[in-house]
């Protein structure tokens, strides 16, 4: 029985451990590396090998980060009538 080959991919998030296969193709061995590179606001966050479930989270990240935000969003909503303080009566 031919064994499969894998990679072992220690993921740099969350630190789980997973065995993806080894794909070939005519130029040869494909390794799967995933990796992440996001700068914001002067902070860099860098992930080298990603499991992947952190790999389904970071997607859903950074699309949710680029989506076009649409403008009906921004509108106040309408509310009732504002209510009055109650009117403090004096006792004499």
């Known amino acids: ?3 499969q080959q894998v990679i ?5 998030r969350c630190g ?3 065995y993806l296969p080894v794909t070939e193709t005519k130029e040869g ?3 799967a590396s995933i990796a992440l590179d996001l700068f914001f ?3 860099a966050y860098q992930f080298e090998d990603l499991c992947s479930r ?8 950074v699309k949710a980060l680029v989506k076009d935000v649409k403008s009906s969003r921004h509108k106040a909503k309408k509310r009732g009538p504002a209510k009055q303080d109650p009117v403090k009566q004096d006792k004499s």
């Open 1 to 3: 029985m031919a064994r």
């Open 16 to 18: 789980n451990k997973e």
């Open 29 to 31: 061995t494909v390794t």
């Open 54 to 61: 952190c790999r389904k989270t970071c997607a859903n990240y």
């Open 41 to 43: 606001l002067g902070e």
């Open 8 to 12: 072992e991919v220690n993921c740099s």
